[in-house]
């Protein structure tokens, strides 16, 4: 039980800060309106780590549904864990955005893009073409978990392993995250675009879902192959 509530208010707190800044960089007559790309990234980052320091003791902080799965499929999480891991990251996930909803409360009507709106829940590929989207995801989760796995592998003062793996985030979404805006996470793309579609957000779109099983299959598979290709090479 604590470490379901370990990934779930893990989860949440990732949700809060990751769909958070993204929220104060799309959503009008913010303070931090249009203030860019780099923004977004390091905010990701930022809540990687600060919600891996957060229950990490509690849990081992997978905080994602790719991870957990990579993990097992190497032997190094037991199997029977995974559903209660999936369940608590989608149900954090899930409050997570409906916090950032309530956050941004007065910018929904403020907004009239609706891409916009759908964009701080959940990702939205920059040109639309399934297989491209697919690589994009792989290899973003890829990158993610063989680099989880190798940032592991070094000695580093304690806990300054987080804040690098926070880092390992942001250079994902610098490097590769323009194409698709590197969901990498199932459980980040898939429960938020839910409460998108669930709560009562001013003049929204649809949700998306022809595009929803992109960024939640191709991180399942970058993620089991990145992992398995990390301790197959060392």
Known sequence: MTAFLGELVGTMLLIILGDGVVGGVVLKETKSHHSGWIVIT????????????????FSGAHLNPAVTLGLAATGAFAWENVPAYWLAQFIGAFLGAVVVYLHYLPHWEKTEDKDAKLGVFCTIPAI?????????????????VFGLLAIGAN???????????????VSIGLSLGGTTGYAINPARDLAPRLAHFLLPIPNKRNSDWGYAWIPVIAPLVGGVLGALIYTSLF
Do not use: D
Request: aromatic share 14%; no cysteine; glycine share 12%.
């Open 42 to 57: 390091l905010g990701w980052g930022l809540a990687v780590a600060v919600a891996a320091y957060s229950v990490g003791k």
């Open 128 to 144: 639309r073409n399934p297989l491209t989207n697919f690589i994009s995801e792989f290899i973003g989760t890829f990158v993610l």
């Open 155 to 169: 000695e580093f003062a304690q806990g300054l392993n987080v804040l690098i793996v926070g880092f390992l985030v």
